[in-house]
């Protein structure tokens, strides 16, 4: 049993080491700290149990140690949280579920978030072969009744599968099968961030297929079952459910090839706590769960038609979303993807390909312009039916990297456009009441703008004479 990485990391740990030196409490590290510490990651998030003190009693001491924030998350099971001045570190601190440290233990998940360090002599307690288990990258449960007892720790094993990568234990895996209804019983808050945790994961993919071998996928996103009854078809060599899933392992090719100003934009957390990339990958998978029901079959051709499917799935994921507690800010930016995730293709087959239509997507897709066109690529990757050509593929990727490389370009140059034109202003102009006429008049004169056929306010007063709309 080879724990020298583990005891080096703690050694090093600053916090951990201040803890030690001036606090005389019995001092456990354990769980995902205890884990990464021994794969050789480093964390920002320490769960501590102390075992001579009172937990709130103790985390206030510690909080004012390091003038951190005493916060109290579980008054009654007695979890507290000190999060540090650069409001990064985080310390969570509770007493032993059960009275015991080895009954705490016994009564966790996985066998690899069962292991205990104390801080100071450095001792390892580890009763359920969870180092073993790090070292062979397996996962293995505890015991069954503690996922029964909370059933999103089923869904944990498939957070930790696409994270890891590890292989998962045929046992626990049963555990999975058999306990799959159950997944839904927690609070959907707390359903909402394990998925998002998967989907930060490095196999994603993987865990998906897991959980639907466990008949767990339907039970969290009822749409897989519509997904898998439409087929594979002349411009798709995959069914619906395997394209979909397909379509993330494309993104994650792309992102792993992508510059690093690319990188780094698919890295930020603009919203939900997690990564851009973590929410892409999410919206890969709905991207499709509009085409069930926009399915139709030429009788002349046999050719499949899914008209407007991006619209109808972007509707669907608001409600399927905003059912799963997701905040309006995520779900804002998985329905944008979802309706525009063939934008960036049309515009680079536009037969009138210029700067100006490039300009005017980049305008429209802000803050998304390089989100769209990863999925856009990823999408056309995934779908290599009989009908689709290399020589389709190429060019529409061709095109894509095409305008991501001119929105690279340009972007550190771009400024918000300025307000040319009020509709007061307007109405003036053409001696016109509020009206529906004075909207689409607006509106035409945005869309100038974001070409940039409109750039002065001259430009704006001549365009708004000029409009033919009625």
């Not at 069930?292 to 669907?316: L, N």
């Amino acid at each position: 049993m080879n724990t020298q990485i583990l005891t080096d990391k703690i050694k090093d740990d600053d916090i951990l080491n201040n803890l030690a030196s001036f606090f005389d409490n019995q001092i456990y590290l354990v769980g995902g700290a205890v884990r990464d510490f021994f794969l050789g990651r480093d964390t920002l998030d320490r769960d501590l149990i102390v075992t001579d003190e009172d937990a709130g009693v103790f985390a206030r001491k510690v909080a004012d140690f390091f003038e951190g924030v005493f916060i109290p998350l579980d008054v009654v099971n007695k979890i507290y949280r000190v999060v540090f001045p650069d409001k990064t570190n985080i310390l969570d601190i509770t007493n032993p579920i059960g009275g015991s440290l080895e009954e705490d233990i016994k009564r966790r998940d996985l066998t690899i978030n069962a292991i205990a360090v104390d801080i100071r002599s450095g001792e390892v307690i580890d009763l359920t072969g969870g180092i073993s288990d790090l070292e062979n990258k397996i996962l293995k449960g505890v015991k069954e009744e503690n996922f029964i007892e909370d059933p999103l720790r089923i869904l944990r094993i498939f957070r930790f599968y696409s994270i890891l990568g590890f292989n998962i234990d045929e046992a626990l895996l049963n555990i999975a099968k058999f306990n799959s209804k159950l997944v839904l019983k927690p609070a959907k808050e707390r359903v909402e961030y394990e998925l998002m945790k998967l989907f930060s994961g490095s196999y994603v993919p993987d865990a998906l297929y897991k959980m639907d071998e466990c008949s767990m996928l339907e039970v969290i996103f009822p749409f897989v079952k519509e997904l898998k009854q439409v087929p594979k078809n002349s411009h798709h060599h995959l069914g619906l459910f395997d394209h979909s899933i397909e379509t993330i392992k494309q993104l994650d090719g792309l992102y792993s090839a992508s510059l690093n100003v690319v990188k780094s934009h698919m890295q930020k957390v603009d919203f939900g706590g997690f990564s851009r990339l973590a929410h892409l990958r999410l919206a890969c998978f709905m991207h499709d769960i509009g085409k069930f029901s926009t399915w139709t079959i030429e009788e002349a051709t046999g050719r499949h038609r899914f008209m407007k499917h991006e619209d109808v799935g972007a509707k669907m994921a608001e409600v399927i979303l905003k059912s799963m507690s997701f905040s309006n800010k995520q779900i804002s930016y998985i329905t944008y993807i979802i309706k525009n995730h063939m934008y960036p293709s049309a515009v680079v087959s536009s037969p009138e390909l210029s700067e100006k239509v490039m300009m005017r997507y980049i305008r429209k897709s802000e803050d998304n312009a390089i989100d769209n066109i990863l999925i856009a690529q990823a999408d056309r990757l995934s779908a290599r039916g009989p009908e689709v050509t290399d020589e389709m593929v190429k060019n529409n990727i061709d095109g894509l990297n095409n305008l991501l490389n001119f929105y690279l370009n340009i972007k550190d140059t771009l400024k918000p456009l300025p307000k040319l034109l009020d509709g007061n202003e307007v109405m003036q102009i053409l001696n016109i009441q509020p009206s529906r006429r004075l909207g689409l008049i607006m509106n035409s004169l945005h869309e100038a703008q974001m070409s940039g056929d409109v750039i002065t306010k001259e430009d704006a007063v001549l365009f708004v004479k000029n409009c033919l709309i009625d």
